[in-house]
Every structure is written in C-alpha cells, then in structure tokens.
C-alpha cells in the first residue's frame, strides 16, 4: 500500500485581507514527486510554508511524513528539506561556508557537516566554486546550491518552491537535471512552479491550486484527458481574419475558438480527431480565408490550465522564457 | 546534550556565522570602530569647551556616557541583522531546521556583543589619549566593563523585537532611533539631568540608560563624591538599579523577540 508523505485536509489560512488557503486538500504519496501548479497569488508558496512549518494554518489538518506540522513542527523540520522561492543563501560566505553552516545546524558535527558539504558540491558540479563567495555566483548557481541545502540531512520529504522562477534558460535545464537526478534517488518532492513544462516534465502528479483551492488532480495525461479530447489548431495568412475564422470554426468545435493576434493562430477543442482537421480545413477556404498551417494535437497543459481556472498561467500570459514555443505563442486571447 | 547546551551550541554556530560576514563587510567594520572615536573627540572638544558639571571634569564626566550611547546606538545592528536574514530568506531557512528559535537570536546576539568589546576597546583608548582616566581597582573596572556589556547584550534583545517586527531591513535603523535617541539624551550621558524641566528630570532619573551610566562612572571612579548625582533611587543605588534593568529587559524581550521570529517569514 502506498503511504502518504504529504496529507493536507481542509487547510485555510486567511491574512488580513485574503484568504490564501480556503479548504485546501492535497495528498502526495511516498516516493513521487508532485507538482503543485497555480498562477501568483493563488496560493502555493502559503501551502509550502504551511508544509515546511514556517507558517500555521488557522485550521485544518496536515501531516508530513506522518507528522503533524502543528502539533510536532520540531520532528517535521528534521525530515523535511526546504528550498524557498528566492535562494536563501548567505552571500557573504562561501558556498563550502553556506553548506557547512547548514550541515552544523543539523547537528551532523564538524567532521560530518564538513564531509557532506564537499559530497555536495560534488554533486551539484560546484566544487570548483567552492571558496567562492556566493555574491560571485550566477543566478543558477545560487540556485544550485540553495537546492544542495535543502538536501544536506538527506530528507525524507523535499519541498522546493518555485525552483527555477527568475533563471535563464541554460541555467533552468541544469536545474532540473539536478532535480531529476534528485528523483530518481527516490525521495518524495513537492514543487510548486508556474511554469507548465516545468510540471509536466519533473512530475509524476500536478495538483492544479487556484484562489486557495485544488481545482485538479491527476497526471499529466489524465489532466489533459479531463478538459477533453484534442484541439485543432489553424495559422492563418491574415490576422484580419481571426475573427472570421472563429466564427466559422465555432460550429465544429465543441466549446468556443481561441484566437491569438500575434501569431494569427485560431485554437478550437474538438471531441475526436477524425476527420475534423479536413472540415476545418474545407470550411476556411470556403470562406475565403488563407491557411498556412493546421493541425490537430492534444490538449497542452496550458490548455489545461485556460480551461480550469479560465485564465493562462501567468508565464504564459507574459510570453515568460523558456516556456515552449507552443505555449507561449497565445499572447492575449482575442474575445 | 541538553536543549538549552544545544540552543547555545547551534547559536555559537551562527554567531562564527555573522562575525564571518561582519569581518568582509568593511563599511561595516570601520563605521563601528569610526563611530566611538568621532563622539568622543566631537564631544570631548566640542561639548567639552562649553559645558561644565560640578565636580569632576567634563571629559572624565563625558566618557562614560560615550561608552553608553555607543552600546546603544550598536544594538540597531541586532535589528538590522535580523530584518536583512529575513528579507533575503534566510531566516526561512533557519526556521525550517530542527534548531531552538532561540539559537539564531543567540547568535545574533552573542556576535553583536563582540562587536561592541571591540567598539569598547576603541573607545577606551581614543579617552585615554583625550586625558580620560579609571580611578578605581580593577576589580571595579572590570565590574564596571561587565555592566556596561551586559546592557548592551540585554538592549540587543530590545532592539531584535524592532527588527523582526518591521517591514524591510531599510526602516530598521529609523524605528530603532525612535527608541534610543530619547533613552541615550534625556539622560545624564552628556549632562547632569538637575537643570532639565520637571518631566523630562524624572524620566532621565529612571532612564535606564542614566543608572547605567551612573554605575559605570562610580565603578570606574568617574564620579566626586562631595556631588551626589541626584536624589532618585536609581541613581542613588545605580548598580542595583542597573541589574534589575538588564534582568527585566532580558526576562520581558527574550520571549517576545522569540515570538516574533516564531512568525517571520520572507516577505
């Protein structure tokens, strides 16, 4: 039977003038790593900071590794590895110095703090950086080694917000090889990201959180699945034709055509496939409307994500680098 | 090792920690060493020429009351220190490791003490060459060095609470001198608080920061005894007066400043 690394029932917690959480429920089973996908503000970081004891909920019941946050935060932060939305490294110290300040607080002894600090930096490919000062560090090292501090007491349970948020892309790939290597050693992972090819690349589940609730819950696949059967997709010549072509395609689709104006492109869900591209195709050229491309794919999860919070993700929204080209090409929905 | 060994233990950890980062930051370095020599030539010179106090000499009544507003004015760095760990997230960090919450005010604490044995020894010297004197045993002068870093250490936890407590590290320094610019002048630092009007007189006689500094100039023989410095009871039991303050201070802001980093996070 799988047991459960992280259970959250019914967790609000409200600030002053929001609430962050309003009944969030959440289950990460052992040994899987779970992407926690929402847009700014919807509540992820409060969830990770609930989960890593930094923050109490006002009510509602959470458990990791089988222990209560409220109740025992002290037992949860010793197998719990939390790395926060901005690297929370020392910039004055070395990153031997950050890890071995980490390694000491864990009470693994000078011997033993030393030893695993430099096994680290081993791992994270930054053992030539060692004695350098942090402010001397790129984005995506501090990153690194951020990462290499949340796993210095080798946890059971990992928690990583927003890990790549604000790094280039060269430095975000690195990234999740550290992260995927990190996975494939087989401890459980909580990631919070806004980027959906983040989600769909490094987790086994994505929870999908918006306005302090879970709206979805599944695999990548089964999310897909879940707001329906594929999309046809047509580039056309002209974006003067955009809204025309909506309106024509709108009869086969089975909810309504999103068009995009900067790269002139008409998206329509459609039940099943068959057949569906060669009467789209037929209708816009009935209509007098140029195709230059079309084509019939499965859902994205940006399409996932439009259809169950009605609104893209922010990266996407802000065309946000390293996002694929695919998703990013929706600029502004034109309504 | 028992919880409070190990709280103490991991607050020594941080306290290497911030001494590391204090000695690379220069600026910061120089303006605590800076700071205690410019007040006690501006003040010995300045001040010196124009103000008189019965029965010792100016610079022999002043030195004290530098040491004083020095200590004092070096426990914003214990704000300041807290709010930038905060902002930048690493007191997140720290919060999500099985320590005591209290190891990191400890070692904030602690190093902030070293900071101010060197400002002291600075300032000792710069009185010296300025024609200041001890005239007392060492036992008192030693006694006398204690008290006055035992305030200080007691005055970091006040100032924590300010710097776990604001918004961002750069409103730190302005919420603090709203506390200890009143506590370090309406006070007998710089002069006898007999000729100040009748309200701010009794607030300087039981003005912390006055029975401190009178028990520091008794123990180092600053004072005449032919001038008794006032008849209120913290004066005239300045030593006792100034134990009880730093027992209060310590037993009221360590568990408030403690409770207020239970709830800081990165903001």
């Given at each position: 039977m799988m047991t459960a690394a992280i259970v959250a029932r019914e967790v609000v917690k409200k600030y002053a003038?929001?609430?962050?959480?309003?009944?969030?429920?959440?289950?990460?089973?052992?040994?899987?790593?779970?992407?926690?996908?929402?847009?700014?503000?919807?509540?992820?970081?409060?969830?990770?900071?609930?989960?890593?004891?930094?923050?109490?909920?006002?009510?509602?019941?959470?458990?990791?590794?089988?222990?209560?946050?409220?109740?025992?935060?002290?037992?949860?932060?010793?197998?719990?590895g939390l790395s926060g939305q901005y690297a929370a490294v020392d910039e004055l110290l070395t990153g031997y110095e950050n890890l071995e300040l980490i390694g000491r607080l864990y009470h693994l002894g000078k011997k033993g703090a030393k030893a695993r600090a430099e096994e680290l930096l081993e791992q994270f490919d930054l053992t030539e950086s060692a004695g350098r000062r942090l402010k001397e560090y790129s984005g995506g090292m501090r990153r690194r080694l951020d990462l290499a501090g949340a796993l210095v007491r080798k946890p059971k349970v990992l928690i990583l917000d927003e890990p790549t948020t604000g790094l280039d892309i060269r430095s975000r790939e690195a990234t999740w090889e550290a992260i995927g290597e990190l996975v494939a050693s087989g401890s459980t992972l909580l990631l919070t990201t806004q980027y959906l090819e983040e989600a769909d690349r490094l987790a086994h589940r994505i929870a999908v959180i918006d306005h302090g609730k879970l709206i979805a819950n599944g695999t990548a696949d089964e999310l897909k699945d879940q707001v329906g059967g594929h999309r046809l997709e047509v580039a056309l010549r002209d974006a003067a034709d955009l809204d025309h072509a909506r309106a024509v395609l709108a009869p086969i689709g089975h909810g309504e055509p999103v068009a995009t104006q900067e790269d002139r492109r008409v998206v329509v869900p459609i039940a099943a496939a068959g057949g569906v591209l060669v009467e789209g195709v037929r209708r816009l050229d009935m209509a007098g409307i140029e195709v230059i491309d079309a084509s019939v794919r499965r859902p994205t999860l940006d399409d996932v994500f439009l259809a169950l919070t009605g609104h893209r993700t922010d990266k996407a929204a802000q065309n946000g680098e390293g996002v694929k080209a695919e998703e990013t090409k929706n600029e502004e929905p034109v309504r | 090792m028992s919880a409070v060994g190990l709280a103490v233990g991991d607050g020594v950890v941080l306290a290497k920690r911030n001494l590391t980062r204090t000695l690379r930051v220069p600026d910061l370095m120089m303006s605590s060493l800076i700071m205690p020599i410019m007040s006690t030539l501006l003040f010995a010179y300045i001040f010196g020429s124009a103000i008189q106090v019965p029965g010792v000499s100016y610079t022999e009544f002043l030195l004290v009351g530098v040491?004083?507003?020095?200590?004092?004015?070096?426990?914003?760095?214990?704000?300041?220190?807290?709010?930038e760990d905060i902002q930048k997230g690493i007191v997140d960090r720290f919060r999500s490791l099985p320590i005591s919450p209290y190891s990191v005010l400890i070692g904030r604490t602690i190093s902030d003490l070293a900071n101010n044995v060197l400002s002291i020894v600075v300032m000792v010297a710069t009185g010296l060459l300025v024609g200041w004197r001890i005239d007392s045993s060492v036992g008192e002068?030693?006694?006398?060095?204690?008290?006055?870093?035992?305030?200080?250490?007691?005055?970091?936890?006040?100032?924590?609470?300010?710097?776990?407590s604001v918004r961002a590290p750069e409103v730190v320094t302005n919420a603090s001198f709203m506390i200890i610019m009143p506590l370090c002048f309406i006070a007998n630092t710089y002069v006898s608080p007999e000729g100040f009007p009748a309200v701010l007189r009794v607030i300087a006689e039981w003005n912390p920061v006055s029975a401190v500094t009178q028990a520091v100039r008794e123990l180092f023989g600053n004072t005449n005894p032919d001038f008794p410095p006032g008849a209120a009871w913290p004066l005239q039991n300045s030593i006792l007066a100034s134990f009880l303050w730093i027992v209060v201070m310590l037993v009221v802001f360590?568990?408030?400043?403690?409770s207020r980093y239970r709830k800081a996070v990165a903001r």
């Open positions: 003038s929001v609430t962050a959480l309003d009944g969030f429920d959440l289950e990460v089973a052992e040994g899987t790593v779970m992407g926690l996908l929402g847009p700014n503000g919807a509540g992820k970081t409060t969830a990770v900071r609930v989960f890593a004891t930094l923050i109490q909920p006002d009510s509602g019941h959470v458990e990791v590794a089988g222990i209560d946050v409220v109740a025992n935060p002290r037992a949860v932060r010793e197998v719990i | 040491f004083v507003q020095t200590v004092v004015f070096n426990s914003v760095i214990t704000g300041s220190g807290l709010a002068a030693a006694a006398g060095f204690v008290l006055l870093l035992l305030f200080a250490y007691a005055l970091s936890w006040v100032l924590a609470v300010v710097g776990l360590m568990p408030f400043a403690t």
